[in-house]
Structure formats: structure tokens, C-alpha cells
């Protein structure tokens, strides 16, 4: 018993040693990025010059070690951070362009030189690989996708967002308060509160004893501002504020003077307005105050804003960003941009509204649009991977349905990017509400019954909607004046392919109302 122990010890330190090469990586070893046609000589020729000339105070020993002193450890690093098939998207592109990270000069003209080193670095790979009688250049990726966002956190403090251009969301973690006003935490999130003491008093605006919270903000601009909360107020004897702004540094000049703002009772939290206009003469630094007038009531998210339409109730429209991804390339034409709005809905999750495509001449096919998060793909999240429309310059919506997704590792790490199934220039005739309706008729009874042969050849049952639609329109199999005499119905009712008389006649049945349904909701019997 012993000695077969000792044996296989023996084996597994046997095989250890032979794999690791006593410890040292042997090629086999590196991964496979390092076994390409020259990289290493062409990343030393190229890229290096640049990281060891820049970046050497912090990624010789830092992660990603692309300036170290080692050549090999360095081409290793910095091959993680290129996307050959995109190199502008290359994180050792963005890094400088869009977080203006540790640039040495002007951060713009940094990128580009980063992305003309690693263009290079490409091109002589592609030569050395070209020239080896064993080529190990990969196939060029060709998935359909948009760059990496920067962090989510990061994402939503960007400034220029649309959706924030004129609204301030207000950090009720960072107030400044007075006693018995005091900053706390539950299952909803953080809070100021004044805790209920029991006497059900109400507090003028002027009241010495009063809890005070006072929170810095920058306005964007001039203009009529409005306050709306996110509070808990439990009963009528817990349920309001006195509400000002001011110039930051001198915080008790408020604007329009301090104002009531009386919440309704409600067992759970809800957003409510404090529906005056604050007259915000210009850009620049102001103070919001909250002083207490009825002690118990919680408030846990605050925005300040400009926007009539801004409503905290809709789920969408409060701390939100609109991520913009330039798809020029990928659609084959210029101009043409991906949009989406991301709210940091709570603490667990995250909520997608919106998606839509920006193309200012062309009508462009979008099919399959699936969000990844920190590079996986979020399997829960696929309200959209159905997506399948042909949007144009005045229908440019995807979808009208929000999507909830579940935070990764918080908004302070996830990014996130998006690919899709198809996303081109699309030549056809389009008839969205056709589409639409064809979808919720006719499609799927084709796909229950017509697969087997009609999926590749006469294919209005193809896995592909679109093209199944305009197959149908096209023959035409349908006629939408006399939906009894459609080519699809009069083939089966006649027995097509072995069908039964039963079979048929209920499944045309079947075709002929689905037919009626789709020139109801399609709204005209003109084809397309």
C-alpha cells in the first residue's frame, strides 16, 4: 500500500517537473500570443519604445507590466490590452483618449501615436506571418460589437451625458449635517433623517432646535430648477421638509426663500416633487438645504433639475446615462451611433431602457443585441437578444421595454459592451409595423409547422424574421383582400406535403384568421 503511494508521488512530481521545465516557462507554457509570427520582435520594434519611454514609473512592477524591463513579461502585458481587429478600441488607446490616463503631452496626440505603434506592431506580424511556412496569425475577429465602456460609476459622472445636462443627482451620503438631523443606512439605501422623538411636532423654517442637512452641487446652467426625492414619510406626522437653495458660501441666502415641502404618507418609499421653481440666475456652485419641520421622515435620493419632462417615477429617467457607441464602421456607413440609457437602479441591480440607433440617411438591419458585462455575457439579461427590426432616420427605437440587470461587481468595476447578431445597411423595403404584426400572426405558425423544409428553401419559416417576412410578401404567399384565397392557406387546406385533410383545414384555419390579425395590425392591405 505504501510503495503505490510512494509511486504515484513520484509520478506526480515526475510530471510536474517535465510540464514546468524545473520551474521555468517554457514555450509551450506562454500563451498562445506569444508563439505568433514575430509579435515579440514586432511589439519590441513598435509599442515598447513607447511604454518604456512613458510608462516605466508605474507598469515595470504595476500590472499590466508593459514597460518592464523584460521585453518578453512586457509584450505579454501589452498583448492583453490590443484589439487587432479594432485597434482604436485597444485599452492602451482609450486609456489615453478617454481617461486621459498619465499622458506626457497632449492626450489625444498620445493616442495616436499609441494606435499608429500598435498598427504597426499589426502590420509586422501580419508580414512575418505571411512569410512562415507555419502560419499562427488568428482569424480575425468579426463579431458585431461596440467598444468597452468605461466604469459604469464613471459613466454617470460624465457631465456631457444628455440625460444630465440640466440634472444633478446629489449625494445624500456626502451632506453636511446638524443634530438631530443624522445620515443613516437600511435596506433602501443611505438616508438623512431626523429620528421620530415621539412629540409630533411641526418646526417653522427658523426653528433653532432644527435638524439641518446642507449639500454642495454645481448647476449647469441657469434656469427654473425643481427638486424631486426619493423619501419615506410614514404618517402625516412624519412627512415634511423646509427646502432651499443658495449660492454656496453664503448657504442661507436662499433663492426665492425657504420652501415647504410636505410629502404623502406612504408605507415604502416613493418619489415625490416639491413642485416650485428655484430662479437659478446662473452656472455655478449652490448649497442645498433641507432643515427638519416634522421629525421621522426619510429621504434617500435627491435630484436637482432643469428638465419639465424629468420624472422620478419613471425608472428610467433618474440617474441615468445614455452610453453612445459609434457604429460607423461596423454599419458600413458614416454617422451612424448605438444608443442606450443606464440607471443605477439600486444596489443590487442595474436598469436598461431605450436602446435605439441614430443613422441620418440609411436604414440600418439590427438583429440579436446581447449586453456583456465585464466581458462575460449576462445570460439573464435578454429582453433584447430578440430584437430584430430595420430602424431608419425617423424610427430609430430597438425596443420599448426596460431591462433589469444584475450588478457584477458593482458600478464602480462593471463596463460593459454590446454585440449583435446583425447590424448592416439594410437595401429592402421596410414595413416595421409590418414586421411587427407578421410576428405576432403569421410567423409563428409557420415556425410550429413549416421548419423542417421551409427554414432554408421557400423560407417564410426562416429562423430569421425579416427574411421570412419579406419571402411572404414577396411571392406573395398572402392575399391580404381575400386572406381565404392566400397561396400559404390554399396549399395546406389542400393537403401540401403529406398533411392530413384534418391537419390541413385546421392549420389553414389557423393561416387565414393569422392573416386577417396581421392587416389589422399592420394597418393597410397594400403590399409591403
Not at 55 to 84: G, I, L, M, R, W
Not at 257 to 266: E, K, Q, S
Not at 497 to 523: C, D, F, P
Request: with cysteine.
Amino acid at each position: 500500500m505504501y510503495f503505490y503511494k510512494f509511486l504515484c508521488l513520484f509520478l506526480l512530481a515526475a510530471i510536474t517537473v517535465i510540464y514546468t521545465n524545473c520551474g521555468k516557462q517554457t514555450a509551450l507554457v506562454w500563451k498562445s500570443n506569444q508563439m505568433l509570427t514575430g509579435s515579440s520582435e514586432a511589439f519590441e520594434a513598435t509599442v515598447y519604445p513607447i511604454t518604456r519611454a512613458n510608462c516605466v514609473a508605474c507598469h515595470t512592477s504595476q500590472s499590466p507590466a508593459h514597460a518592464s524591463a523584460n521585453v518578453d513579461e512586457a509584450h505579454e502585458a501589452a498583448y492583453s490590452k490590443v484589439n487587432f481587429s479594432n485597434i482604436p478600441a485597444s485599452r492602451l488607446v482609450r486609456k489615453l483618449r478617454d481617461e486621459s490616463h498619465n499622458c506626457w503631452s497632449d492626450c489625444n496626440a498620445n493616442a495616436d501615436e499609441m494606435q499608429a505603434a500598435i498598427e504597426a506592431w499589426f502590420a509586422a506580424i501580419e508580414e512575418a506571418d505571411a512569410a512562415s511556412p507555419t502560419p499562427t496569425l488568428p482569424p480575425v475577429d468579426t463579431t458585431i460589437r461596440t467598444v468597452q465602456t468605461n466604469t459604469i460609476e464613471n459613466e454617470l459622472a460624465n457631465m456631457a451625458n444628455p440625460l444630465k445636462s440640466n440634472t444633478v443627482a446629489i449625494n445624500v451620503g456626502a451632506a453636511m449635517v446638524t443634530a438631530p438631523m443624522v445620515k443613516g443606512s437600511d435596506g433602501f439605501g443611505d438616508y438623512l433623517q431626523v429620528p421620530d422623538d415621539g412629540q409630533n411636532l411641526t418646526l417653522a423654517n427658523n426653528d433653532a432646535t432644527a435638524g439641518v442637512a446642507m449639500m454642495n452641487m454645481r448647476l449647469p446652467s441657469a434656469g427654473n430648477y425643481r427638486i424631486w426625492g426619493y423619501v419615506l414619510a410614514p404618517d402625516n406626522n412624519s412627512n415634511a421638509f423646509h427646502a432651499g437653495i443658495a449660492p454656496t458660501g453664503t448657504p442661507t441666502a436662499y433663492i426665492g426663500g425657504l420652501r415647504n415641502w410636505t410629502i404623502t404618507a406612504n408605507a415604502n418609499p416613493r418619489w415625490q416633487l416639491l413642485n416650485v421653481n428655484y430662479a437659478i440666475p446662473a452656472a455655478g456652485n449652490y448649497t442645498l438645504t433641507l432643515r427638519e419641520q416634522r421629525d421621522g421622515t426619510k429621504i434617500y435620493r435627491i435630484f436637482v433639475t432643469a428638465d419639465t419632462t424629468f420624472n422620478g417615477e419613471d425608472v428610467a429617467s433618474f440617474l441615468g446615462v445614455t452610453l453612445s457607441f459609434d457604429m460607423s464602421t461596423q454599419a458600413g456607413t458614416p454617422n451612424v451611433k448605438f444608443l442606450i440609457d443606464v440607471t443605477d437602479y439600486d444596489p443590487y441591480t442595474y436598469l436598461l431602457a431605450n436602446p435605439r440607433v441614430v443613422t441620418p440617411t440609411q436604414n440600418i438591419r439590427v438583429k440579436g443585441l446581447r449586453l456583456y458585462v465585464n466581458n462575460v455575457l449576462s445570460i439573464q439579461s435578454s429582453t433584447y437578444s430578440t430584437v430584430d427590426k430595420v430602424v431608419s432616420p425617423t424610427d430609430q427605437r430597438l425596443s420599448g421595454f426596460p431591462m433589469i440587470v444584475l450588478k457584477e461587481n458593482g458600478a464602480n468595476l462593471d463596463k460593459f459592451h454590446f454585440v449583435f447578431e446583425d447590424f448592416a445597411v439594410y437595401t429592402g423595403v421596410i414595413n416595421t409595423a409590418s414586421l411587427t404584426a407578421f410576428q405576432n400572426s403569421v410567423y409563428p405558425i409557420s415556425r410550429a409547422n413549416c421548419t423542417s423544409c421551409h427554414s432554408a428553401s421557400r423560407v417564410h419559416a426562416s429562423p430569421d424574421a425579416l427574411t421570412a417576412h419579406d419571402y411572404v410578401l414577396a411571392t406573395p404567399l398572402v392575399n391580404f383582400t381575400t386572406p381565404a384565397n392566400s397561396l400559404i392557406v390554399t396549399k395546406i387546406r389542400n393537403g401540401h406535403q403529406g398533411i392530413s385533410a384534418a391537419s390541413g383545414a385546421a392549420i389553414a384555419a389557423q393561416y387565414e384568421a393569422a392573416i386577417i390579425e396581421w392587416r389589422t395590425q399592420r394597418g393597410s392591405s397594400t403590399i409591403p
